[in-house]
């Protein structure tokens, strides 16, 4: 059964501050700091029997006192917050904490005080470019997925091919296709053939895109680049489609294009369609099948 936080009680004094119950830190190592002045002056050791990402337990080496401090990383506010508090009991004994110079944290807030709301800004690079993401499913914890902008943006950008699947009235159709990334709109583009993939989405504008990174020019950058294995899955809309469309296919002067569309003048000409998707979802699947869904907030 999963621990529950019980209410805590007075906070707990040191030299220049206090711990206390609510109290947020910006980083574990500030609020360990403080925790170690504390029993430094009541002369008492402390040890940390759960410390990982999401929660943090303090406790005396002696098991019969009843000192405690939990806290646990808030995730909306990207900090860790006291939420639990006991004093050492005063009818026990117990060790003696060693003596050793301890360095503050180059993180620090100042003296204890809650972290102060300040406006949201852009977390991700998705997020700069105007548009915000809302977790809407999953089955792994979200603070696993940090970077996950930086993953996607690196097969947006590297992916020599993608899987472009279109359906309407039972007839589904799954395409390999070049494409390319508008980062301004959020878009993909594509040009296809006046075929059975193109009348479905004249008639049906909702598709659904997939990219991964487990080989390729797309696999050789994200192993350079540190990133894991992924695939994409982007669930978009057809909002324009244009016969002979050879605008739509310039390379911009950013240059922010994905790799694959170097080839696409193989796929211009006459009779030929294009057509533009805005990408409205993301669904993000690692190769231990974790999974994490975001959502465009319009």
Sequence with gaps: MEHQDEPGEQPLLYPGGM???GAEYADKATLQ???????????RSVRYPKSDVRWLLARCPNPNCAFEIHARFQNKVGAWKVTKISP??????CPTPEKKQRVRSSALLKKHNPIPKKPRKPETELEGMGKIWDVVGGDAPVCTWRGWDVEVLSLL??????????SFDNAPELSLMFFKWEPGSFSLVFSTPKDRKYENMVQN?????????????????????GLRPLAVTLYGEVNQVEVNGADMLDV???GETSGSFQYAGAFTGLGKATCRVEIKELLLVNVKGASLRLKRRE
Excluded: M, R
């Design 252 to 254: 911009d002067e950013t």
């Design 19 to 21: 711990v206390a119950l």
């Design 88 to 93: 050492h009991s005063l009818d026990q004994t």
């Design 157 to 166: 950008k590297h992916c020599s091919l993608c899987y472009l699947a279109t």
């Design 33 to 43: 700091y403080d925790i170690g002045l504390h029993c430094e002056s009541v002369g």
């Design 205 to 225: 504008g909702n598709v659904a895109v997939l990219l991964h990174n487990y080989e390729g020019t797309a696999a050789t950058s994200s192993l350079l680049g």
